[in-house]
């Protein structure tokens, strides 16, 4: 059986976008059948947890603060377009 | 929580013009200050946020959720909105110009979990989303967020 993959939504604060951007994500491996979880973090934590993880995903204003990690970093522009972040994810995690 | 019960009409403005994308979050955290859901510094933790991580609030095109952390002065969790006329730029060239904002103040991580799923639903929805830009009277808003 595959490992589970752990996925990192990271915002400013871990409150209120990376919420947002967790809600769509859960809606994301649901479409596409990936067994995943998807945790919070906040620009300050992000680095420590990003160890950890098989990818992050992160707004487009941000994705710079992250720094280095080896994990492939998504950066959303518009984090209602489910359609994109669901190309996004795919390509990021090589499914095809 | 839903939106419904973050959000009540005192902390719904329609039609707001401001000067900058500063004035847009003051104006939309003023709400918040004079229903007594935030403490003042919560507006100023605010503008404090986008400055230093820069525009990332602004999550859509025309949609921006500024938000700070608790202790910055969070009283109960709580939403506020505000529908821009004109619209302001934020300095997020992708989402450029802000139309409405839903600022958040949140006690913890699930009490506005639930308002956040309603607010990501009318904004995915087309018809919902142009509705909600294009609204001139509170019962046409508190319709669409409240979904009755």
């Given at each position: ?18 919420m ?12 596409l ?8 973090a ?47 994810v ?7 | ?16 013009q ?14 918040m ?26 999550i ?7 938000h700070?952390?608790?202790e910055?002065g969070v ?5 506020a ?7 302001i ?59 009755d």
């Amino acid at each position: 059986m595959a490992k589970r993959l752990k996925i990192l939504a990271v915002c400013g604060m871990g409150i209120g976008t990376s919420m947002l951007l967790k809600m769509q994500l859960d809606k994301v491996i649901k479409n596409l059948d990936i067994d995943a979880d998807v945790d919070l973090a906040d620009i300050s934590t992000a680095r420590g947890m990003a160890v950890n993880a098989d990818l992050i995903v992160t707004s487009n204003e941000l994705v710079d603060r992250i720094g280095d990690v080896t994990a492939p970093i998504i950066a959303v522009a518009n984090f209602m377009d489910l359609d994109s972040l669901t190309e996004g994810v795919r390509s990021a995690l090589k499914l095809d | 929580m839903n939106i419904k019960e973050l959000l009540p009409v005192e902390r719904i403005a329609l039609n707001v013009q401001v000067n900058d994308w500063e004035d847009a979050v003051r104006t939309v955290g003023r709400l918040m200050v004079d229903t007594g859901v935030v403490e003042e510094r919560y507006i100023e933790g605010m503008i404090a946020t986008a400055k230093e991580l820069g525009p990332y609030i602004v999550i859509a095109p025309g949609v921006a959720i500024p938000h700070s952390r608790p202790e910055d002065g969070v009283i109960t969790t709580c939403l506020a909105f505000a529908q821009l006329n004109p619209p302001i730029n934020f300095g997020n060239e992708a989402n450029d110009p802000v139309r409405v904002l839903f600022a958040l103040g949140a006690l913890d991580h699930s009490e506005h979990v639930e308002a956040l799923k309603e607010i990501a639903e009318i904004l995915t929805d087309q018809d919902q989303f142009d509705k909600l830009l294009n609204a001139e009277s509170l019962n046409e808003i508190t319709a669409i967020l409240y979904g009755d």
